[in-house]
């Protein structure tokens, strides 16, 4: 029962925007720092964005710099992915992850989600 929920990827328009949504199950999403990573066909994984424990610290791809915003609210155990402006490019299956540690640093990560598709598409 220790895991991670993404919710909120859906098939938009260019220039649409969808909220993406982890969840934390089993555990306190407070002690961690959540990141946002996007995997497309073919490409290898990039981190999208990821915010320290407190929410006091975030940042950005350059990709999505300015178009996506991260937040969390601990009292709801989740955390957000507010994205604007979408492109087709932005089109992926997006899993958020765990630091083992409270802010965004290191290659180790305590859990992870099952990911939710993003398209982004005419």
């Known amino acids: 029962q220790l895991q991670l929920v993404e919710s909120g990827g859906d098939l938009v328009q260019p220039g649409g925007s969808l909220r993406l949504s982890c969840a934390a199950s089993?555990?306190?999403?407070?002690?961690?720092?959540i990141g946002w990573f996007r995997q497309a066909p073919g490409k290898e994984r990039e981190r999208v964005s990821c915010?320290?424990?407190?929410?006091?610290?975030?940042n950005y791809a350059d990709s999505v710099k300015g178009r996506f915003t991260i937040s969390r609210d601990n009292a709801k155990n989740t955390v957000y992915l507010q994205m604007n402006s979408l492109k087709p490019e932005d089109t992926a299956v997006y899993f958020c992850?765990?630091?083992?540690?409270?802010?965004?640093?290191?290659?180790?990560?305590?859990?992870w989600g099952q990911g939710t598709q993003v398209t982004v598409s005419s």
């Open positions: 992850a765990a630091y083992d540690f409270y802010y965004c640093s290191g290659t180790t990560f305590k859990y």
């Open positions: 915010i320290s424990n407190s929410g006091g610290s975030a």
């Open positions: 089993g555990f306190t999403l407070y002690y961690y720092a």
